[in-house]
């Protein structure tokens, strides 16, 4: 019996997390408010601060939860076993298109600008990231390209930093726009640790990344606001 | 629900026993006896689950073929370009050759029967259809050259992965199936791919033999 109660309590839960995530995937945390999510998710008042105290602690789990789906993800990429330095690119990409039109990737990463400065939270995420793409730089310099003496630790926060930074600066809701920038800063950073000679190849694939992924992604859909 | 695992359980380890003892003295050699024995099971057991020696055989062939298609399709998504996938799918599924015995036995009782058994024409249909719609993919993609037939290079790799297997089987047990998949590679490139990305592919092909190539032998 508490299984079954349990499965409809987690349903509700994701209900009110997908909700959330349409809004604040759109619009600044600031701006949204319990009662938008609410009319959105279809669930009451008692249903919400059942399992979100404030939107606050709602706005951390989306961050929590983005991060669960997004390590899901890496992982699958790493079991393709591709070259280190190939499956961080093929990383960035995904993070791209997920970005550009998944709503609980976008609310994830807005949230993570808005509240992710209180309580250590940015840092703690941010810190995941960069120890994660730390361990696949260090098998890229195995690989061969990645030069050797370059720190994969510095690598791996100028990876994350670029794209977090590229978000702001280039805009998600012209896909096509954005990924051709993040094509010409993959260019831009690539002599700063790629070996010469893997350089042509490696541009030539994340080249061959941005038209596929330009093919794939759709951008969020303009409206869906209650 | 508890006799359904016993009973899978139970299956497994029917298959594991038959194809060590395949590996060891071979099909012809083996007698469902010795399966019975290896397994550490009743007769009951085995009849249960396989009526024949011919019936356990063609269980391990699709096994086989399901690891083989699961590990190809795996690496496989829609965030790479068609060309590299299936490259890298084929180093893959050689990989999972060398360590995997059921795969292995499953590919030579495949070869053994195929004539007999319309096994052989599901499996192979299946991986050419498959490899068939991914061409067509790499041509849309402008990798593979436009003119080609999807269908002639579909069959073409196909065969040609089943050859290097063949052959690799046959030379050094198994043992240098990467180098062999790779040099098959070498040759078919300059015939399938387009004038614009035939130099990528070489460097690709180069970077997948390399991640593949074993490590040196001890003195």
């Given at each position: 019996m508490t299984e079954q109660l349990d499965r409809r309590a987690d349903t509700t839960r994701q209900q009110i997390?997908?909700?959330?995530?349409?809004?604040?995937?759109?619009?600044?945390?600031?701006?949204?408010?319990?009662?938008d999510i609410l009319a959105d998710a279809e669930v009451t008042k008692g249903a919400m601060y059942f399992h979100f105290r404030s939107k606050h602690a709602l706005a951390m789990a989306i961050i929590e939860h983005r991060f669960v789906l997004a390590s899901a993800s890496v992982n699958e990429l790493l079991a393709r076993k591709l070259?280190?330095?190939?499956?961080?690119?093929?990383?960035?990409?995904?993070?791209?298109?997920?970005d550009i039109g998944d709503e609980i990737a976008r609310a994830g990463l807005?949230?993570?600008?808005?509240?992710?400065?209180?309580?250590?939270?940015?840092?703690?995420?941010?810190g995941q990231w960069v120890d994660a793409?730390?361990?696949?730089?260090?098998?890229?310099?195995?690989?061969?390209?990645?030069?050797?003496?370059?720190?994969?630790?510095?690598?791996?926060?100028?990876l994350v930093s670029m794209y977090l930074g590229l978000r702001q600066t280039s805009n998600l809701a012209e896909p096509?726009?954005?990924?051709?920038?993040?094509?010409?800063?993959?260019?831009?950073?690539?002599?700063?640790?790629?070996?010469?000679?893997?350089?042509?190849?490696?541009?030539?694939?994340?080249?061959?990344?941005?038209?596929?992924?330009?093919?794939?992604?759709?951008?969020?859909?303009?409206d869906a606001l209650g | 629900m508890v006799r359904q695992a016993r009973s899978e359980a139970t299956r497994k380890k029917i298959i594991t026993s038959a194809v060590e003892l395949f590996n060891e003295i071979g099909y012809p050699a083996t007698g469902l006896g010795d399966i019975i024995d290896r397994a550490e099971m009743t007769?009951?057991?085995?009849?249960?689950?396989?009526?024949?020696?011919?019936?356990?055989?063609?269980?391990i062939i699709e096994e086989a073929g399901t690891r083989l298609a699961e590990a190809f399709?795996?690496?496989?998504?829609?965030?790479?370009?068609?060309?590299e996938s299936m490259i890298h799918g084929v180093f893959v599924v050689a990989d999972l050759m060398l360590t995997d015995q059921i795969a292995r036995s499953g590919t030579q009782l495949l070869r053994a029967f195929g004539e007999f058994n319309d096994v052989a024409e599901r499996t192979y249909g299946g991986w050419t259809a498959e490899m068939t719609k991914r061409t067509r993919q790499a041509i849309?993609?402008?990798?593979?050259?436009?003119?080609?037939?999807?269908?002639?290079?579909?069959?073409?790799?196909?065969g040609a992965m089943l050859g290097v297997e063949l052959l690799a089987s046959a030379i050094t047990a198994g043992t240098d199936v990467l180098e062999r998949v790779a040099r098959a590679w070498q040759v078919l490139l300059p015939g399938i791919v387009s004038q614009e990305s035939l130099a990528y592919f070489e460097e690709f092909l180069a970077r997948e033999s390399m991640r593949h190539s074993p490590a040196p032998l001890a003195e």
């Open positions: 997390l997908r909700a959330a995530s349409r809004q604040f995937a759109r619009r600044p945390y600031s701006l949204v408010s319990l009662d070259s280190g330095l190939e499956t961080l690119i093929d990383i960035v990409y995904l993070v791209a298109i997920e807005n949230l993570l600008e808005s509240i992710g400065r209180t309580d250590g939270l940015q840092a703690d995420v941010l793409f730390a361990a696949i730089a260090g098998k890229a310099i195995k690989d061969g390209d990645i030069i050797a003496d370059r720190d994969a630790h510095g690598i791996a926060k100028l096509d726009q954005f990924l051709c920038d993040l094509e010409n800063v993959w260019a831009l950073v690539l002599p700063g640790f790629v070996k010469p000679d893997r350089i042509d190849y490696l541009s030539q694939f994340i080249k061959r990344r941005t038209a596929v992924a330009q093919k794939k992604a759709t951008p969020l859909a303009a | 007769k009951g057991a085995l009849y249960y689950h396989f009526d024949s020696k011919e019936s356990l055989a063609t269980a399709l795996s690496i496989s998504s829609s965030s790479a370009p068609a060309l849309d993609e402008g990798d593979v050259r436009a003119e080609l037939d999807p269908q002639a290079i579909g069959e073409t790799i196909i």
